[in-house]
């Protein structure tokens, strides 16, 4: 990995530029790239961003850039300023986040590079954030590899979307894309659902049956919650791997395997092999490459695209939501990733309203989650803070926090700040 450039990513103190782009309404000026001070956004030829728009009044708005987001305050103007379809007085737009001024959509974006040529989605996945662009980077190239893949991240971050990606974007797409739960299988029933089985060979075996192996023919298995794979199965799997056949339950006859390995799981699995509960030499054959997904709390500037995106999936746009439902929305942290967001719309789409101490409350519930919570902020905010002190010199990082280099290297990727290629 290259250490120069990697302030470039993170920020050394210094602002982070910003493109202002007005993306709908009467007149597309061109975009404006700042990194620093504030801006005014009206109808006279004074502004410093003019819109040439009849429901835009002359001085409308100003626009203070903060590094990560914009300060948008209405200056008294007649149709007002509005974000995520709430009018407010004044709002700090996250970038990726949009604000409606009269009729005239500007988008703040990152400006680092060519922020016009930035993606907001990628197979199922979307963001504009730093963490999903450098995740976006990181698919692409393993998704035409035949690696096995790890995905790592907390519960509700994605994984599963990360996984349709993978097979999405690979030579094998058209071929089966089969999820197989370990944590969701009766534990006596997971090595004939993996398997497969033989007619008769257990009670209840009434015909031959093809297992996920099997079904997933050329394509990919994704192995979802594979840290809850049963202990003594772990050296089946791990022999499949390596000899890339397998046998049903109760058969002698070796079938081989065709299918692509994927998996994931929010659990630790460094720390499940050090306690003896999960086997080093698997963790490794499936680690070949590892995905982190940043959790949302990382990423709040996709919130506002996230919103817009869980809505159409329900058939339902922006303006199916009040303007206090989505203000709200805008404001929560939610620990419980995007699934939380998704399950907080649909309750608001059916009740009307949406209550941010409805949806906290089951994400919050265990200590383990509490904790990783914890840990996360700290891990991220320690290594941003040795990264600028240290100019981007991973070497020197490395050695004022006291970790291998490659210990560091797992950290960086983990919370979305290496060095893009």
Same mark, same amino acid.
């Given at each position: 990995?290259?250490?120069?450039?990697?302030?470039?990513?993170?920020?050394?103190?210094?602002?982070?530029? @910003?493109?202002?782009?007005?993306?709908?309404?009467?007149?597309?000026?061109?975009?404006?790239?700042?990194?620093?001070?504030? !801006?005014?956004?009206?109808?006279?030829?004074? +502004?410093?961003?003019?819109?040439?728009?009849?429901?835009?009044?002359?001085?409308?708005?100003?626009?203070?850039?903060?590094?990560?987001?914009?300060? @948008?305050?209405?200056?008294?103007?007649?149709?007002?300023?509005?974000? $995520?379809?709430?009018?407010?007085?004044?709002?700090?737009?996250?970038?990726?986040?949009?604000?409606?001024?009269?009729?005239?959509?500007?988008?703040?974006?990152?400006?680092?590079?060519?922020?016009?040529?930035?993606?907001?989605?990628?197979? *199922?996945?979307?963001?504009?954030?730093?963490?999903? *662009?450098?995740?976006?980077?990181?698919?692409?190239?393993?998704?035409?590899?035949?690696?096995?893949?790890?995905?790592?991240?907390?519960?509700?971050?994605?994984?599963? %979307?990360?996984?349709?990606?993978?097979?999405?974007?690979?030579?094998?797409?058209?071929?089966?894309?089969?999820?197989?739960? +370990?944590? %969701?299988?009766?534990?006596?029933?997971?090595?004939?659902?993996?398997?497969?089985? %033989?007619?008769?060979?257990?009670?209840?075996?009434?015909?031959?049956?093809?297992?996920?192996?099997?079904?997933?023919?050329?394509?990919?298995?994704?192995?979802?919650?594979?840290?809850?794979?049963? $202990?003594?199965?772990?050296? &089946?799997?791990?022999?499949?791997?390596?000899?890339?056949?397998?046998?049903?339950?109760?058969?002698?006859?070796?079938? &081989?395997?065709?299918?692509?390995?994927?998996?994931?799981?929010?659990?630790?699995?460094?720390? !499940?092999?050090?306690?003896?509960?999960?086997?080093?030499?698997?963790?490794?054959?499936?680690?070949?490459?590892?995905?982190?997904?940043?959790?949302?709390?990382?990423?709040?500037?996709?919130?506002?695209?996230?919103?817009?995106?869980?809505?159409?999936?329900?058939?339902?746009? !922006?303006?199916?939501?009040?303007?206090?439902?989505?203000?709200?929305?805008?404001?929560?942290?939610?620990?419980?990733?995007?699934?939380? !967001?998704?399950?907080?719309?649909?309750?608001?789409?059916?009740?009307?309203?949406?209550?941010?101490?409805?949806?906290?409350?089951?994400?919050?519930?265990?200590?383990?989650?509490?904790?990783?919570?914890?840990?996360?902020?700290?891990?991220?905010?320690?290594?941003?803070? $040795?990264?600028?002190?240290?100019?981007?010199?991973?070497?020197?990082?490395?050695?004022?926090?006291?970790?291998?280099?490659?210990?560091?290297?797992?950290? $960086?990727? &983990?919370?979305?700040?290496?060095?893009?290629?």
């Amino acid at each position: 990995m290259k250490t120069e450039g990697i302030t470039d990513l993170i920020g050394d103190g210094a602002p982070r530029p @910003v493109r202002i782009e007005v993306v709908a309404g009467p007149a597309r000026p061109p975009p404006l790239v700042r990194d620093t001070g504030t !801006l005014t956004a009206g109808s006279h030829r004074t +502004c410093d961003l003019v819109l040439d728009d009849g429901s835009v009044s002359r001085q409308h708005a100003r626009l203070e850039l903060l590094g990560d987001g914009v300060r @948008v305050v209405d200056l008294g103007s007649t149709n007002g300023v509005k974000y $995520l379809g709430a009018r407010l007085r004044e709002a700090v737009v996250p970038l990726g986040g949009e604000v409606h001024l009269g009729r005239s959509v500007l988008r703040f974006t990152a400006a680092d590079g060519d922020a016009s040529g930035q993606r907001t989605h990628l197979g *199922q996945l979307h963001g504009v954030s730093p963490a999903m *662009q450098a995740l976006f980077d990181r698919i692409e190239p393993l998704a035409r590899a035949p690696t096995n893949v790890l995905i790592l991240g907390e519960t509700g971050t994605g994984k599963g %979307a990360v996984a349709q990606t993978l097979h999405q974007l690979a030579p094998q797409s058209r071929r089966p894309f089969v999820v197989f739960d +370990c944590g %969701a299988v009766n534990p006596n029933l997971i090595e004939s659902a993996l398997f497969g089985h %033989a007619k008769g060979a257990f009670t209840g075996a009434d015909d031959a049956r093809a297992g996920a192996f099997e079904q997933a023919l050329e394509g990919t298995l994704f192995l979802d919650e594979i840290g809850e794979l049963p $202990l003594d199965l772990q050296p &089946k799997l791990l022999r499949a791997l390596d000899s890339r056949d397998f046998c049903r339950v109760g058969e002698g006859l070796r079938r &081989k395997l065709t299918c692509r390995f994927v998996a994931a799981t929010h659990r630790d699995l460094e720390a !499940l092999v050090k306690a003896g509960r999960f086997r080093a030499d698997l963790f490794f054959r499936l680690s070949q490459a590892v995905l982190h997904v940043p959790p949302l709390r990382h990423r709040r500037e996709d919130v506002p695209l996230l919103v817009r995106e869980l809505l159409e999936r329900r058939g339902a746009s !922006l303006s199916s939501l009040s303007a206090h439902t989505l203000a709200a929305l805008a404001a929560e942290r939610w620990p419980g990733n995007v699934r939380e !967001l998704d399950n907080a719309l649909a309750r608001a789409l059916t009740l009307g309203d949406f209550r941010p101490n409805q949806t906290a409350t089951p994400e919050r519930a265990t200590f383990t989650e509490a904790r990783d919570a914890v840990v996360d902020a700290f891990e991220r905010e320690y290594l941003e803070a $040795l990264i600028r002190q240290h100019d981007g010199n991973l070497s020197a990082v490395a050695r004022a926090a006291n970790l291998a280099r490659s210990q560091l290297y797992r950290l $960086l990727e &983990k919370h979305g700040l290496q060095q893009k290629p």
